[in-house]
């Protein structure tokens, strides 16, 4: 079981201006949860405590019922995933696969034997198979952004953290992408935590959403729950009334094409 929970956490910087307040979530083994919410509405800052790159201030973060407010960020069994590629241009594909791996010390090292399969199993299910032998420059957008996902999980994480990971692609790519991510959480039953300010991006990945507005959880369920029972009007503004705007202009394109 790899369950996350988040106790009482509050985020509250030197300047006094508090991020989080009083956070109270819980994230099931195995669930697909999406950190919904506006710009500046607490949610990478959320994801950024649990992976250990900001301090809790008050509460406690727990990965398997085991506090992790102290923990540094490589012993936590995360895997995370950025709007950022964060690849390396000089190295190869699958040098750039296997970083992460090769550079572990002590316990967590592995064998170059394990190390070779996990990049193989990883490029095939990732469709990168023919491409290890490249540079990054020679990718798609798409290509690369699936090289940082498959960076996340050769490590084979508990849990697996995505902030905004597909932002930076097209339209197209994106509606692929979310398919492919999907695809693979189902595939490997990973624990994921997933950053968006898209509506639609959480409504078509997630199994839960947890819906923030000032650094205050404002809705924790399904996607459809909250769309067809808004706890507030924050809710029913930013998630309903905005789906609702692009069906009508969705019908209102279609109709005009008859």
Do not use: W
């Not at 994230?27 to 919904?36: A, M, P, S, T």
């Not at 594909?93 to 296997?98: Q, R």
């Amino acid at each position: 079981m790899v369950q996350v929970e988040y106790k009482n956490v509050t985020k509250t910087y030197e300047d006094g201006f508090e991020a989080v307040k009083e956070l109270n979530l819980d994230i099931k083994d195995g669930e697909f949860l999406v950190l919904l919410g506006p710009s500046g509405c607490g949610k990478s800052t959320t994801l950024r405590m649990l992976a250990g790159l900001e301090e809790v201030t008050d509460g406690d973060i727990l990965i398997d019922g085991l506090k992790v407010n102290h923990l540094p960020s490589g012993a936590r069994g995360l895997g995370m995933v950025f709007q950022s590629y964060a690849l390396y241009p000089h190295m190869t594909i699958s040098d750039n696969l296997s970083f992460g791996l090769r550079m572990s010390k002590g316990e967590e090292k592995l064998s170059t034997e394990e190390i070779n399969k996990r990049v193989i199993e990883a490029a095939e299910m990732l469709d990168l198979s023919d491409h290890l032998d490249k540079k990054p420059k020679e990718l798609s957008g798409g290509q690369r952004q699936r090289v940082a996902l498959g960076r996340a999980l050769v490590r084979q994480p508990k849990v697996l953290l995505m902030d905004e990971p597909l932002s930076n692609l097209d339209a197209e790519l994106r509606h692929q992408m979310r398919n492919e991510i999907r695809r693979l959480h189902d595939e490997l039953g990973t624990t994921t935590i997933y950053v968006t300010h898209d509506q639609i991006e959480a409504m078509t990945l997630a199994d839960r959403v947890a819906i923030l507005d000032k650094g205050i959880l404002q809705q924790h369920t399904s996607p459809l729950d909250a769309y067809n029972n808004p706890a507030n009007e924050f809710v029913r503004t930013f998630l309903c009334r905005h789906i609702d705007d692009l069906v009508e202009t969705a019908n209102n394109l279609f109709n005009d094409t008859k």
